[in-house]
């Protein structure tokens, strides 16, 4: 992947971390929120925060170099 598809991706990837972050506040919220609706949106949550930590020590140099 190119550079400015990485980014893409990244900003993509930014954006439904957010999104089910704040999904996952409201689900919080509600009286009688569903455990394996939350559960499996957390799951999803924490995937993401590895491919954008994964992206973005793809974009940044590697100082050991």
């Known amino acids: 992947m ?6 893409a ?3 993509a990837l930014r954006t439904e971390h957010r999104d ?7 689900l ?3 009286s009688a ?5 939350l559960r499996r949106l957390k ?4 995937a993401l925060r590895d491919r954008i ?3 973005e020590r793809l ?4 100082e050991l170099a």
Request: proline content about 3%; charged content about 35%; hydrophobic content about 35%.
């Open 20 to 26: 089910l972050d704040q999904a996952i506040t409201d």
């Open 43 to 46: 799951k999803r949550k924490l």
């Open 59 to 62: 974009l940044e140099p590697d």
């Open 2 to 7: 190119e550079q400015h598809e990485l980014l």
């Open 53 to 55: 930590d994964q992206i």
């Open 9 to 11: 991706s990244l900003e």
């Open 28 to 30: 919080q919220a509600a």
């Open 33 to 37: 929120s569903d455990e394996l609706l």
